[in-house]
């Protein structure tokens, strides 16, 4: 199986998105855009093989592209999407009848986005050039460290 581009139902099924959603053309018009993130930020010769070889299902290779691929996807359309879910998602349902639903706001879309492609560039975090280590310690949350504070 070549690893990327994943196909759209199986993207569908990795992110546990409704599968009614393949008919949507969202996807494949960012299919073109989520290859070149990912061409940017991973070694050259990691990106040949995940765009031509076929490798084994099994291959820690193929798992890392393709989900990577898949999150960067969802990072892509996240805010073109509309979706339905209970708790987080970018219309959340309120209430246990689930009759009001909101939007999420600006803010946690822009959170929810930066943890999908934290999640990209961990899963594919062996095979990232030095551009790609450089946005995943930006995206990286820092430890929280002790500061020295004395009065005068």
Known sequence: MIPIPVEVDAMLSILNLPKEMSNN????????????????IVLERFYD????????????????FRFGF?????HSTCEFLNLKTLG???VKTVG???????LLTGSKIDAFKANLELRALTVLSSYLNPAGLDRL??????Q??????GVI
Do not use: Y
Request: glycine share 4%.
């Open 25 to 40: 053309e969202i996807f494949r018009e960012h299919q073109g855009l989520v290859l070149e993130m990912i061409r940017s």
């Open 49 to 64: 093989h995940a765009t031509h070889d076929d490798l084994p299902e099994d291959d820690p290779l193929l798992i890392s």
């Open 70 to 74: 898949c999150f960067l996807m969802l």
């Open 88 to 90: 987080e998602g970018i």
């Open 96 to 102: 246990l009848d689930q009759s009001a639903t909101e």
């Open 137 to 142: 310690n930006e995206l990286k949350p820092r």
């Open 144 to 149: 929280p460290r002790a500061i020295r504070v």
